[in-house]
């Protein structure tokens, strides 16, 4: 299966900055890239899909760029509801459907 | 509105076996593809499975580590999906998620439920 590696780990902002995640996936995925966001004792909501997707209902700060070898997830003014853990999936069931570790988006 | 609410999870020893119901409600799950995702406790996010729409021949596919181990059904006239889990080992302990892209035929997860813990243990 292929191996999803986000970057960094925990990222830590102020509310206002740009931020910016990335996914890099052990093989080429192509545009097989979602994104979600997990707060808390939360199910995951999907933010981004086919890389740069916005999912009905997700506020425009949040962009999708890349594919292949490097994915990302740009917050263009980090709100307060914002702060959360990020994960991007590979879904190319063909190639095995796999999840990044996560990038945990702290309060500075 | 779409929902989702999984049941059935709970306390299971090793080598147990373990039903989980997806009730769905808002949406007909006959086409839709319905998916398991699961996350053991401090953990990050795991695809257990997923079965295909009808018009997708029902086609089923499986993470590695449960393969052989775990099935998915879908009961079209209660409208639930079921993660059937044998030969449970200690590693299987999560939160499963049952999660579908709603009318897209993709391997994304658009709607999901609250989730329901499975632990196994001695």
């Known amino acids: 299966d292929i191996q999803m590696t986000q970057s960094p780990s925990t990222l830590s902002a102020s509310v206002g900055d740009r931020v910016t995640l990335t996914c890099r996936p052990s093989q080429n995925v192509s545009l097989w890239l979602a994104w979600y966001q997990q707060k808390p004792g939360r199910a995951p909501k999907l933010l981004m899909y086919?890389?740069?997707t916005l999912e009905s209902g997700v506020p425009s700060r949040f962009s999708g760029n890349g594919s292949g070898a490097e994915v990302t997830l740009t917050i263009s003014s980090v709100q307060p509801d914002d702060f959360a853990t990020y994960y991007c999936?590979?879904?190319?069931?063909?190639?095995?459907?796999?999840f990044g570790q996560g990038t945990r988006l702290e309060i500075k | 509105e779409v929902q989702l609410v999984e049941s059935g999870g709970g306390l299971v020893k090793p080598g147990g076996s373990l039903r989980v119901s997806c009730a769905v409600s808002?949406?007909?799950?006959?086409?839709?593809?319905m998916s398991w995702v699961r996350q053991a406790p401090g953990k990050g996010l795991e695809w257990v499975g997923r079965?295909?729409?009808?018009?997708?021949?029902?086609?089923?596919d499986y993470a590695a580590p449960v393969k052989g181990r775990f099935s998915i059904s879908r009961d079209e006239s209660k409208n639930i999906v079921i993660l059937q889990m044998n030969s449970l080992q200690t590693d299987d302990t999560a939160v499963y998620y049952c999660t579908t892209p709603l009318t897209r035929p993709e391997d994304f997860s658009a709607s999901w439920g609250q989730g329901i813990l499975v632990t196994v243990s001695s």
């Open positions: 808002g949406f007909s799950i006959t086409n839709a593809w």
């Open positions: 079965i295909k729409g009808k018009d997708y021949g029902d086609k089923i």
């Open positions: 086919k890389a740069s």
């Open positions: 999936q590979q879904y190319n069931s063909d190639l095995g459907i796999t």
